[in-house]
């Protein structure tokens, strides 16, 4: 299958910090790429839907102003977490996929907030 | 409201059979998908179902009944890197992903 890469896998920071994650589609362009977050035992929850050199759309109770995602490229797309708090500790993950096809998954990344 | 139903928990045996239930109510279909978790790590893809039936690759099947709302994904001879989540996803008229809560499969020997 396709390969995504999501980087970092595992990120520590302080309270009050940023961090970004990165979301790469290394074979194929992804014409819409989605960002999740899951906590543990808990199901995967859609953050947000972004399609290549649009505004990003996000899921109801997602803070797009915490939340700041950018899909620049067909092959790229970036998620900030703003100012992050412990309880934005989750692990984070992305996916992809060109027209209507299956997502390919990233690794995820994994966030602690100290 | 959009809904995937799946059991959260089953056992089965080192070499046998066992069968996951998922069965969904959205608005719209445009296939449905089963994923493998393994704890920590990120979803990876398993099968993809549009039309009514089978498909088989290797050890794993998935079978859709669009009418009933149903499908099942079937693991044979179980091995202990089977255990895992397994998570149901369904795409709406929308082509967004409808995610189950998954089911925990734990592998005895």
């Known amino acids: 299958g396709a390969v995504v890469s999501q980087h970092p896998s595992r990120v520590i920071c302080k309270s009050g910090t940023s961090v970004k994650i990165e979301c790469r589609s290394l074979?194929?362009?992804?014409?819409?790429m989605f960002w999740y977050r899951q906590f543990p035992k808990q199901s995967l929850m859609l953050m947000a839907t972004s399609n290549e050199g649009s505004k990003a759309t996000y899921e109801q109770g997602v803070e797009k102003d915490k939340f700041l995602i950018n899909h620049a490229s067909l092959t790229l797309s970036t998620l900030t977490v703003t100012s992050a708090h412990p309880e934005d500790s989750s692990f984070y993950i992305c996916?992809?996929?060109?027209?209507?096809?299956?997502?390919?998954f990233g690794q995820g990344t994994r966030l602690t907030v100290v | 409201g959009q809904n995937i139903d799946q059991p959260t928990e089953m056992t089965a045996t080192e070499g046998a059979i066992v069968q996951i239930n998922c069965t969904y109510q959205?608005?719209?279909?445009?296939?449905l998908f089963w994923y493998q978790q393994h704890a920590g790590e990120a979803p990876t893809f398993l099968s993809y179902?549009?039309l009514d039936g089978l498909e088989e690759k290797g050890r794993f099947s998935s079978f859709l009944s669009r009418s009933k709302g149903y499908s099942y994904l079937l693991l044979k001879e179980l091995q202990m890197k089977d255990s895992a989540s397994y998570l149901c996803a369904v795409m709406d008229s929308n082509y967004q992903l409808i995610w189950g809560a998954g089911t925990k499969l734990i592998i005895k020997p």
């Open positions: 074979d194929f362009q992804a014409t819409t």
């Open positions: 179902n549009v």
């Open positions: 959205t608005s719209g279909f445009n296939g």
């Open positions: 996916s992809a996929r060109t027209g209507d096809t299956e997502a390919f």
